[in-house]
């Protein structure tokens, strides 16, 4: 079946380090893929998407490739910030808009 | 344009008794799909609406129930409580999910005791 796995929590870095957080797949076919953010107390805010391979997914200084050889859509930041603090989750949609979400990343970002 | 919002945002409910949940879409969304997030969990895909007409369903019971309403809302009724249920309850809505992707809402805290 799809699933998706993120590397594990909590993320804890110094304001402008780089971030990678890691995130692959397991699909048939060929999903949409996204990363959402998720403030506390609050819903999900959609960060990036990518609908095909190749497809370079960019919001807010966050990036994500998607690739289909490795089934992995990485996001990555090159300097983050404090106001970055939140939990991410990367997702699929490849039942027509049914998402299906990793367990989540908790980032803490440190001044 | 004024997103998706979700009602009640905090809800404390005994083991047994049944609960709904509503969530007020944007104007032209026509897809609403509910999710169940336990603490420290990705959210689980319940089902999805279209056109008022049930579109997919995830791994959960029937006692998990649902209705979308012609002016953009819904509503999740969950009867039967048991104290797993507890979590956050996510809506998302969307015009064209291909183009726009999904708005989720705030979410509803619902603790069964």
């Known amino acids: 079946g799809n699933s998706v796995t993120q590397m594990e929590g909590p993320v804890t870095l110094s304001e402008e380090a780089f971030l990678t957080i890691n995130c692959t797949y397991t699909?048939?076919?060929?999903?949409?893929l996204f990363w959402y953010v998720q403030y506390p107390g609050e819903g999900l805010q959609l960060l990036l998407k990518?609908?095909?391979?190749?497809d370079k997914g960019s919001n807010k200084g966050f990036e994500a490739t998607y690739r289909k050889e490795t089934t992995s859509f990485h996001l990555e930041k090159g300097s983050v910030q404090v106001s970055d603090s939140a939990v991410y989750f990367c997702?699929?949609?490849?039942?027509?808009?049914?998402?299906?979400f990793g367990q989540g990343t908790e980032l803490s970002v440190k001044p | 344009e004024t997103g998706v919002t979700q009602s009640p945002t905090h809800l404390i409910k005994t083991r047994g008794q049944q609960v709904t949940l509503r969530c007020s879409s944007q104007?032209?969304?026509?897809?609403v799909s509910w999710y169940q997030q336990a603490l420290g969990q990705g959210p689980q895909f319940i089902f999805q609406?279209?056109?008022?007409?049930?579109?997919g369903r995830g791994n959960f019971p029937p006692r998990f129930s649902g209705l979308q309403f012609p002016n953009y809302s819904s509503e999740l009724n969950v009867n039967a409580l048991e104290l797993d249920d507890s979590a956050l309850y996510l809506c998302?809505?969307?015009?064209?999910?291909?183009?726009?992707?999904?708005?989720f809402g705030s979410g509803t805290r619902l603790t069964v005791v």
């Open positions: 998302a809505s969307s015009a064209d999910r291909a183009t726009y992707g999904y708005t």
């Open positions: 699909a048939t076919g060929y999903p949409s």
């Open positions: 990518a609908t095909k391979a190749d």
């Open positions: 997702a699929l949609d490849n039942q027509g808009g049914k998402l299906i």
């Open positions: 104007s032209g969304h026509n897809t």
């Open positions: 609406y279209y056109r008022e007409e049930e579109n």
